[in-house]
């Protein structure tokens, strides 16, 4: 199975702020990675696939990179609707897995 | 508008069974693959099991490998997730999620998802 390890776990940001958050994967996935946001109480929501593709309707201030084990999601500008749970998912294999999770939260 | 809709959740004591169901509307049901994730209370996202577009073929969790038949029926634009053995460990919030593509066998990343239904294990 492979392992997806992501980090931080939860980083406190404030409104205007850069932030980045990393998933390693435990081998390399060819870009199948796809990162998901959730708020309190709703279902998650599909932000990017494929490493660095924006799923549409996706506000241009969320991106991707990374290749091989290595991917990051970018937030250029942190805007009060992104306080939320940030998730990667490697796509690569079955069983699908995901990152633990990162907490995105207001400083 | 696509729309997935779980049902069937509920508190059932550990050992016994209990079904879930998702409608889904909005979109060809019978062209693509669709997932059961769940959320224990707290905690992170983790999948529970695909089933191809056809039914023909399915992949299912180590935790849940031999207790959980997943299923559907494409006149009904449903799908079922039958979980047996039920534990404590299983106790979650279970979504029922459209894979993005229709071509890629079981793998995927999952563009829209149900409000869930939650499932409790506990006596």
């Known amino acids: 199975d492979i392992q997806v390890t992501q980090s931080p776990s939860s980083l406190s940001a404030s409104v205007g702020d850069r932030v980045t958050i990393t998933c390693r994967a435990s081998?390399?996935?060819?870009?199948?990675l796809a990162w998901y946001q959730q708020k309190p109480g709703k279902a998650p929501k599909l932000l990017l696939y494929?490493?660095?593709r924006l799923e549409s309707g996706v506000p241009s201030r969320f991106s991707g990179s990374g290749s091989g084990t290595d991917y990051t999601l970018t937030i250029s500008s942190l805007q009060p609707e992104d306080f939320a749970t940030y998730y990667c998912?490697?796509?690569?294999?079955?069983?699908?897995?995901f990152g633990g999770g990162t907490k995105v939260e207001i400083k | 508008e696509v729309s997935l809709l779980e049902s069937g959740g509920g508190l059932v004591q550990p050992g016994g069974s209990l079904r879930l169901s998702c409608v889904a509307s909005?979109?060809?049901?019978?062209?693509?693959?669709i997932s059961w994730v769940r959320q224990a209370p707290g905690k992170g996202l983790e999948w529970v099991s695909a089933?191809?577009?056809?039914?023909?073929?399915?992949g299912f969790a180590d935790s849940v490998k031999g207790r959980f038949t997943i299923s559907r029926d494409n006149s009904k634009n449903s799908l079922y997730l039958q979980m047996n053995s039920l534990r404590a460990e299983d106790t979650a919030v279970y979504y029922c999620?459209?894979?993005?593509?229709?071509?890629?066998?079981?793998?995927?990343?999952?563009?829209?998802w149900g409000q869930g239904t939650l499932v409790t294990v506990s006596t």
């Open positions: 494929g490493a660095s």
């Open positions: 081998q390399g996935i060819s870009n199948s």
């Open positions: 998912q490697q796509n690569y294999s079955l069983p699908l897995t």
């Open positions: 999620a459209k894979h993005r593509l229709s071509d890629d066998p079981l793998i995927g990343e999952f563009d829209y």
């Open positions: 089933i191809g577009s056809s039914g023909e073929s399915t």
């Open positions: 909005g979109f060809i049901f019978s062209g693509y693959d």
